[in-house]
């Protein structure tokens, strides 16, 4: 057992140095000046059971105008007053959404609401180590804080690690570590370099001998180290969690010190969500609520897990009501991305992740936070479950599109919200919308055929329509259909308008295509391929089927028409010759024909006209008009000779053609039959061989190829 020595005037009347120990377990000193104030030091460490009976206090039915916070562990005394009221809480904040303050397995993580602590006992079976971490209890495996510093109530040192010669742990995840609780390291009164804090049960509390706040007073380096205390040790201990402090202080109460803390003092820490830590004399305790109408506090003292009241400032088990300290925890900022975009997407594209960022924008204390289920549709990383991020840090969260069918997925959300345990109610710190249309593939539809129809070279420009289309589909979620060629049709002859490459048709709409036709070239020409694929501008475009529109346009040349088959010839003449008066002649044949100029693609021959001239009433014809001579065919007709006169005859017959009745049809050149026959009396020339009569005929052919201009 260490020796130590009391140098300075003990505040409690008969209090005097003890050569062994302190005599009194609550002690309490001054210890100098600081900041113009005297600064007194009290030793926090009753025991583990109460000095007195203090059933009398337990509040069995809480009355409507009592305020109380709710979710507040309460706890047995578990090796000192002050670190299980610090435990129950930060217990209360572990509950609230500051969900690491308490990290180990028990209780799924989250600090119990009943036996928060373990109590004093070797070989505990209940509680979480957030107020004093001890090998083979809550999942440790190596030594903490009760294997290093406990011996036993009041006991002072040196402590178990000192005797033992084993390294002492690393202060971590318990409030007895932070606040000095146990721990005989620290020489607080006298300045004599004797270790006189803190016994076994006890923690130190300054404050002033005044109504001034003490604010997160740290003691001297010469004191010992680590520098810390009760007050100082609550910062130290939410900070090694992760969160920050705006303000931590102990202040004497307006009983003790006029112008202290006052009842109204504690009823707005209460309102504001936060307990406050009920200073009797040598002894902690938890404030959780008040009853301003009957100047009453509510509390959790330590010593069983019920619910205590007082009335403010008097005394509590025999020690008089003195202080209350104070600790104000950073808010931490949230700030968490509004929405993620993936636009219009083609079903069964692959597209990149967008990501929820969520940050911690104050820089001052972690972020506890969950995420709410992944909505329909897209895959959150880190859905339903509870992260973090540090102070002034931030964390991102992949989104994923399902795009393998196809849906509306506007709208839907996920919920970032407060870490709180039951029963409590999560606050939502932000909705998160996700926005997606993942659209069926384009669907083009072509119009019927477009007819021009036959025309003839040189005719107007002919016209016609078709369309082409984006189908529609129920839902509205298909893609837009983007025009990426068309081809098919011949440069200068038929041309389309009224969509081009590059348009883009949303589904449900269509494009009218005007053809227009120009009878420049003979030929057949008769086909437009239009090329097509989703919108370009969307993930997962492709290609989409080829529409065909069919273009019936037919130029012809125009039509020739001749006296023979094998070449153009527009003049003909049939020579009777010279025959006896009421001799028989028989008729000569000839024919008309429609040169096949362009095979397969000339007009047919009309013969409009008929006009006869001379002596036609003696040499006749059978000729007469036709309106359809195909390309290639031929007509046969007879002239014949009437020889009951004497006399030379000549008729002719001049032919009117033209194209049959299609636009650009024109009038070809003439065709000129010429008749010739003489008659003798009786008696006089020989009438002339057949043969020779057509002999005369050819002598008076004119051959020649025309063509019109």
């Known amino acids: 057992m260490k020796i130590g020595r009391l140098g300075l005037l003990l505040l409690l009347a008969g209090l005097v140095l003890c050569g062994q120990a302190l005599a009194d377990p609550t002690l309490s000193a001054a210890v100098g000046e600081h900041n113009g104030e005297t600064l007194t030091v009290m030793c926090m460490g009753t025991g583990p059971a109460a000095p007195m009976d203090t059933s009398d206090s337990i509040v069995t039915v809480v009355p409507q105008s009592v305020t109380t916070l709710s979710n507040v562990p309460r706890s047995t005394w578990t090796y000192g007053c002050s670190a299980t009221s610090a435990g129950m809480m930060f217990g209360y904040y572990d509950r609230t959404g ?143 969690r992760g969160y920050g402090v705006v303000q931590n202080y102990t202040q004497k109460i307006d009983t003790v010190y006029a112008g202290g803390f006052s009842i109204n003092d504690f009823k707005n820490e209460i309102d504001a969500g936060r307990p406050v830590m009920v200073q009797i004399h040598g002894h902690s305790m938890c404030g959780v609520g008040y009853d301003i109408a009957t100047n009453t506090i509510y509390f959790h003292d330590t010593w069983d897990n019920n619910l205590h009241s007082m009335v403010w400032g008097t005394s509590y088990g025999g020690m008089s009501h003195e202080a209350s300290t104070v600790l104000q925890l950073a808010v931490p900022s949230a700030s968490v991305t509004s929405a993620v975009n993936f636009g219009d997407v083609i079903v069964g594209a692959t597209v990149g992740n967008q990501n929820i960022n969520v940050a911690e924008s104050g820089g001052q204390s972690r972020l506890d936070y969950a995420l709410g289920s992944s909505p329909s549709g897209y895959t959150v990383a880190g859905a339903g479950s509870s992260h973090f991020v540090s102070a002034g840090g931030n964390q991102n969260h992949a989104v994923s599109l399902n795009t393998s069918t196809v849906a509306n997925l506007n709208g839907r959300s996920v919920t970032v919200s407060d870490t709180v345990a039951p029963p409590a109610t999560p606050g939502t710190l932000a909705t998160v919308t996700a926005n997606a249309r993942v659209l069926d593939h384009a669907s083009p539809s072509a119009g019927g055929p477009v007819n021009l129809g036959t025309v003839i070279l040189g005719a107007p420009d002919q016209t016609g329509t078709s369309t082409y289309a984006n189908l529609a589909r129920g839902d509205g979620l298909r893609a837009d259909l983007e025009v990426t060629a068309m081809t098919g049709l011949p440069a200068g002859i038929v041309s389309v308008g009224g969509m081009n490459v590059g348009d883009k048709l949303a589904q449900g709409t269509s494009k009218t295509l005007t053809f227009t036709g120009k009878a420049t070239t003979v030929g057949n020409h008769c086909t437009l391929t239009v090329q097509g694929s989703d919108d370009t501008a969307l993930p997962g475009a492709t290609a989409v089927a080829n529409q065909t529109i069919t273009v019936n346009f037919t130029v012809l040349d125009h039509s020739e028409a001749s006296f023979i088959g094998a070449g153009n010839q527009d003049t003909f003449t049939i020579d009777f010759g010279t025959v006896t008066q009421g001799a028989g002649v028989g008729p000569s044949g000839f024919s008309l024909f429609n040169l096949d100029v362009t095979q397969g693609l000339t007009a047919d021959l009309k013969l409009d006209t008929i006009t006869p001239a001379g002596n036609s009433t003696v040499l006749t014809t059978n000729l007469a008009k036709f309106s359809n001579l195909a390309a290639g065919s031929s007509n046969g007709y007879q002239a014949s000779f009437d020889t009951s006169n004497v006399g030379t005859f000549n008729a002719t017959y001049t032919l009117g053609v033209s194209d049959e009745n299609l636009p650009g049809a024109t009038a070809g050149t003439n065709l000129v039959l010429t008749l010739i026959g003489r008659v003798v009396p009786a008696g006089g020339v020989p009438i002339p061989e057949p043969s020779a009569l057509w002999m005369l005929g050819l002598a008076g052919l004119g051959l020649r190829r025309r063509r019109r201009g």
């Not at 971490?133 to 009041?154: A, C, E, K, L, M």
Request: glycine letters at 12%.
């Open 98 to 240: 500051m969900s690491n303050m308490y990290a180990g397995p028990k209780n799924g993580g989250v600090a119990p609401v009943t036996n928060l602590g373990q109590g004093v006992t070797a070989s505990p079976t209940f509680g979480c180590s957030i107020i004093a971490t001890q090998n083979g209890f809550d999942g440790r495996t190596t030594r903490g804080h009760v294997d290093d510093y406990w011996i036993s109530t009041n006991s002072t040192g040196p402590d178990p690690w000192v005797t033992n010669g084993w390294t002492e742990h690393t202060w971590a995840d318990c409030t007895a570590d932070y606040m000095g609780t146990n721990q005989w390291k620290w020489d607080f009164i006298g300045g004599d370099s004797v270790i006189d804090f803190n016994k076994d049960g006890s923690t130190a509390l300054f404050s002033y001998s005044s109504a001034t706040k003490l604010h997160d007073y740290i003691p001297a380096a010469s004191a010992g180290l680590p520098q810390t205390a009760l007050c100082h040790g609550l910062k130290l201990f939410a900070q090694s």
